[in-house]
């Protein structure tokens, strides 16, 4: 498995508009785009920083998995997303090691990519995300 980057951080909130404005009004970002993930129960707004970003999700739904979160731990940091070279291949390779995995397959994730989450059983409690973009 290849990791190439540090892809996203993802911030979990109640109200999109409110976050969105600290980060671009407040810190100087500029806001790439919204997009919502129906699969995922989701709206997102990415907001570059370098070769990274921020993903502030927001849920579409009130038993979504980010409503859930918040429910659980209060707004803030969701997860890490680390981009891979070859998404199915690190999955594999995980799998074979005995590494606890959320998604055994990718599935679309926001702008077209390829996604799957490790289990934060399995990464001392934080919830990764492997990305490949395309």
Same mark, same amino acid.
């Given at each position: 498995? @290849?990791?190439?980057?540090?892809?996203?951080?993802?911030?979990? !909130?109640?109200?999109?508009?409110?976050?969105?404005?600290?980060? !671009? /009004? =407040?810190?100087?970002?500029?806001? +790439?785009?919204?997009?919502?993930?129906?699969? /995922?129960?989701?709206? !997102?707004?990415?907001?570059?920083?370098?070769?990274?970003? =921020?993903?502030?999700?927001?849920?579409?739904?009130?038993?979504?998995? =980010?409503?859930?979160?918040?429910?659980?731990?209060?707004?803030? =940091? /969701?997860?890490?997303?680390?981009?891979?070279?070859?998404?199915? +291949?690190?999955? @594999?390779?995980?799998?074979?090691?005995?590494?606890?995995?959320?998604?055994? !397959?990718?599935?679309?994730?926001?702008?077209?990519?390829?996604?799957?989450?490790?289990?934060?059983?399995?990464?001392?409690?934080?919830?990764?995300?492997?990305? /490949?973009?395309?």
């Amino acid at each position: 498995m @290849k990791i190439l980057c540090v892809d996203h951080i993802g911030i979990a !909130t109640s109200n999109m508009d409110k976050s969105a404005n600290f980060y !671009t /009004q =407040i810190l100087g970002l500029e806001l +790439a785009g919204t997009e919502e993930v129906t699969e /995922q129960k989701v709206r !997102t707004a990415f907001l570059p920083v370098g070769e990274s970003e =921020i993903e502030i999700l927001e849920s579409t739904v009130p038993d979504g998995p =980010i409503a859930r979160h918040i429910s659980k731990n209060g707004e803030g =940091i /969701q997860h890490i997303a680390l981009r891979v070279d070859d998404i199915e +291949a690190a999955l @594999k390779e995980l799998k074979d090691k005995g590494v606890g995995l959320i998604d055994e !397959t990718p599935r679309r994730g926001a702008g077209g990519t390829k996604i799957a989450f490790i289990h934060p059983r399995a990464a001392g409690g934080v919830l990764l995300e492997l990305c /490949q973009r395309d």
